[in-house]
């Protein structure tokens, strides 16, 4: 009867055993798990250009800076010379091109670079600034980038001043290369609180010239608004197939989740349309209407309610009035 109980608890000592070792094995597997998150979560994403000299690429890096000048000195480090073994990568500082400075304001960060920066190509100049933009807006505090050439600020081939910048404010294709970059001032058009009116903002960005301004600004409208009291007229899910162009009418192919209508306060289904026609229209040149086609066919009820197997033409009494006034005082 003794020998059994020695036994038993011999058996339970085994099962205990175990079960500290499996929960030993998940303490680590969770340890791993944050380790994995704090490291991604520290990652920056760094930007070169291909060996080409056409387009820009991006390589994750894990910074060791613990200051903001030390973070500054050690990411323009690192753009001005890339990583050993990463073949195809290349500087997007071009020979000459030096950093003379920098300042930081309350959320925004001025570099200044020498004034060989004006010898750049077109193309090198905007890989140049895109990369930059793109890194530096990825440090905590830095919500825009100002560039200036020997403490001036940079100025565009047509010599006005270019504003501060953030990553939106470049947009690249992902398939190709390219040989320039399109500047453009958008005027794209959302849903007030209502959801019954539009209301206008201007949004200013670079883009591939391999993307057709169309299609631009539809992308920014999926984007989303900046400013508050401004409602979304497309969500962020939504797809485009395709974007054409012909005899002054734009084509749009959706595919079929744009015909999913929100669930919660959604606006009215033809200033949703609307925000899509004005916006083209009001931004790109001889376009004079707006077709709809979802997968590829027209012959559809847009929520329901509006056939879209028609031209839709520029309609300024969707406009909210204040921005109808804005247009009017800045023409």
Same mark, same amino acid.
């Given at each position: ?5 020695v036994y038993?608890?011999g ?14 094995a998940?303490?680590?597997?969770v340890?791993?798990g944050?380790g ?10 760094l ?11 991006e @390589?994750?890096? !894990? ?5 903001? &000048?030390?973070?500054?000195? =050690?990411? $323009?480090?690192?753009l ?20 003379n ?11 200044d670079f020498?004034g060989e920066y004006?010898?750049?190509?077109n193309?090198?100049?905007v ?8 890194t530096?807006?990825?440090?905590p505090?830095?919500a825009?980038?100002?560039?200036t050439?020997?403490?001036e600020?940079?100025?565009?081939t ?8 953030d990553?939106?404010?470049?947009i690249?294709?992902k398939?190709?290369?390219?040989n320039?970059?399109?500047y ?11 959801g ?7 949004? @200013?960005l670079? !883009? ?5 301004? &169309?299609?631009v600004?539809v =992308?920014? $409208?999926?984007a989303?608004?900046?400013e ?15 974007v054409?162009?012909q005899n002054g009418?734009c084509?749009i ?24 026609v004005?916006?083209?229209?009001d ?5 004079s209407?707006?077709k ?19 031209v ?8 909210e ?5 804005t ?5």
């Amino acid at each position: 009867m003794i020998q059994e109980t020695v036994y038993d608890d011999g058996r339970h000592l085994v099962k205990r055993k175990r079960k500290l070792l499996l929960l030993f094995a998940v303490f680590l597997f969770v340890l791993w798990g944050c380790g994995k998150k704090q490291e991604k979560e520290n990652s920056y994403k760094l930007y070169y250009v291909n060996q080409a000299g056409t387009r820009l690429a991006e @390589s994750d890096y !894990y910074p060791q800076a613990q200051t903001f &000048e030390e973070m500054m000195d =050690e990411l $323009l480090g690192q753009l001005q010379n890339p990583p050993v073994g990463s073949s195809g990568l290349m500087s997007v500082f071009a020979e000459g091109v030096a950093v003379n400075g920098y300042e930081r304001g309350i959320d925004a960060l001025r570099i200044d670079f020498s004034g060989e920066y004006y010898k750049l190509s077109n193309t090198q100049e905007v890989l140049l600034r895109a990369a930059v933009v793109k890194t530096f807006s990825q440090v905590p505090g830095v919500a825009k980038v100002m560039i200036t050439v020997n403490k001036e600020q940079l100025k565009d081939t047509a010599g006005e001043l270019v504003q501060p910048m953030d990553a939106n404010s470049f947009i690249d294709t992902k398939e190709g290369g390219i040989n320039s970059y399109q500047y453009a001032t958008l005027i794209l058009y959302f849903a007030d609180s209502d959801g019954e009116k539009l209301v206008k903002e201007t949004r @200013s960005l670079h !883009y591939s010239s391999n993307m057709v301004q &169309e299609r631009v600004v539809v =992308e920014q $409208l999926l984007a989303g608004p900046e400013e508050s009291g401004h409602k979304a007229v497309l969500g962020s899910d939504v797809r485009i197939q395709n974007v054409y162009i012909q005899n002054g009418i734009c084509t749009i192919n959706f595919d079929e989740s744009v015909n999913n209508m929100p669930s919660e306060n959604p606006p009215d289904a033809t200033v949703v349309l609307y925000a899509v026609v004005n916006s083209i229209c009001d931004t790109c040149d001889g376009i004079s209407g707006v077709k709809f086609e979802i997968n590829g066919d027209s012959d559809v009820l847009f929520w329901n309610t509006v056939d879209l197997n028609q031209v839709f033409m520029m309609n300024r009494s969707y406009i909210e009035q204040s921005s109808m006034q804005t247009e009017e005082t800045a023409a």
